[in-house]
């Protein structure tokens, strides 16, 4: 319905930055004038949790707890692309990360099978 494509993963040192991007293609094929973004992440071994959420209707967010005050989510709509801005890494914050979208409101923003649309995933690896 809905092509993703995220990247923008890496390798740092705890304390550090990374930035992801999320670029999405074909909502115009849908009847719906907004759409929800998340972006998850899975750790080996753990589940797939939800980190942050956008919906382009009013640029509403939310973010997990672990999150907030150094992960920041927003969106440019004209590029149809989300960006995830990732400050004060921890180790905790290692995980491959995936961006998910959906096309109209998502009111469960933290559950993976809400999104129909998914990217490839991107790796983020922070060393102590």
């Known amino acids: 319905l809905v092509e993703i494509v995220d990247s923008g993963g890496g390798s740092v040192q705890a304390g550090g930055s990374l930035t992801l991007s999320c670029v999405a293609s074909g909502y115009g094929r849908t009847n719906y004038r907004t759409h929800s973004t998340a972006w998850f992440r899975q750790a080996p071994g753990k589940e797939r949790e939800g980190v942050a959420f956008?919906?382009?209707?009013?640029?509403?967010?939310a973010y997990i707890d672990s999150v907030k005050g150094r992960f920041t989510i927003s969106e440019d709509i004209s590029k149809n692309t989300v960006i995830l801005q990732m400050n004060s890494l921890t180790p905790a914050d290692s995980a491959k990360y995936f961006c998910?979208?959906?096309?109209?409101?998502?009111?469960?923003?933290?559950?993976?099978?809400?999104?129909?649309?998914w990217g490839q995933g991107t790796q983020v690896t922070v060393s102590s």
């Open positions: 998910a979208a959906e096309p109209g409101w998502i009111d469960r923003w933290n559950w993976a099978d809400r999104y129909r649309s």
């Open positions: 956008i919906y382009s209707g009013d640029g509403k967010t």
